[in-house]
């Protein structure tokens, strides 16, 4: 079956703009795929696709073949890479900035084919809950996104900001590791804002399952703007703060 839907991701009808999320849990968790392609305004043609594994690492996919066609052959417009949560952080004077370099050259390379596939690439950040954390990640984050040459769409600063104003809205799941729906929104939200250059005009809405395990065996899902029920993530006051964020 997935078989069949990759085959069908490569060989699909045109769209106004095609574009692949590639991360794992946090990009899958809560379907910020879907979340992503319901900001789509009415007649605007988009397809959005995924490829995200638990726990996986942008350098676990470097030599994953679904992918490398997926790149090659997918007609995607845009790809949007999203590292595992914490390995981008960068602190001074410790290992963990040697070892973010071997990371950010695999990613450098997924990048690469990307853009050989004709794609434009974004890197979607992460967050960290403890603020004296969160420079070190944006350092890293933007460590990563310029070696892959990639826009960068950074997330933690606005997250912290969020969260101090509304420490009640549900910004992470209960495990308290993966996003709330509120996050997924924010992620949702500043993915669209840099893909299309333009502000959401509304909240956005997932169709169908809200992911909590990844949803197929390899990792690909496709968006079935279809699907039902709709679960919007954020109310529209949520979502005014949010386009209104650091």
């Known amino acids: 079956m997935t078989m069949l839907l990759l085959a069908s991701s490569l ?5 106004d703009r095609r574009v692949l999320f590639v991360g794992n849990s946090l990009t899958y968790f809560n379907n910020l795929p879907a979340a992503f392609a319901s900001l789509a305004p009415p007649g605007e043609t988009l397809a959005v ?6 726990g996986a690492r942008l350098l676990d996919d470097l030599d994953d073949p679904m992918l490398a066609r997926l790149l090659a052959r997918g007609r995607y417009t845009d790809v949007v890479f999203q590292e595992r949560g914490g390995d981008a952080v960068c602190m001074p004077r410790s290992n963990a900035c040697r070892e973010l370099s071997a990371a950010a050259q695999a990613s450098a390379q997924l990048a690469a ?5 004709g794609a434009r ?10 603020p004296t954390v969160e420079p070190a990640l944006i350092h890293g984050e933007r460590m990563i996104a310029m070696r892959m040459q990639a826009t960068y769409i950074p997330i ?6 969020l969260r101090a104003a509304q420490p009640d809205t549900n910004w992470l799941a209960p495990d308290g590791q993966h996003p709330g729906r509120a996050t997924t ?4 939200v500043r993915s669209w804002q840099a893909v299309t250059g333009r502000s959401p005009t509304r909240a956005p809405c997932v169709g169908g399952a809200l992911y909590t395990h990844m949803p197929s065996a390899d990792g690909f899902f496709r968006v079935n703007p279809d699907a039902r ?4 993530l954020v109310s529209p006051a949520l979502m005014r ?3 209104g964020a650091p």
């Open 113 to 117: 084919a990307a853009r050989v596939g």
């Open 121 to 130: 690439v974004f890197y979607l950040g992460t967050w960290q809950v403890n």
């Open 229 to 232: 029920p709709r679960t919007c």
């Open 241 to 243: 703060a949010m386009l």
């Open 156 to 161: 933690g600063h606005a997250w912290l900001a």
């Open 11 to 15: 060989h699909a009808a045109p769209a």
């Open 185 to 188: 929104a924010l992620l949702a």
């Open 49 to 54: 696709d995924a490829f995200a594994r638990p």
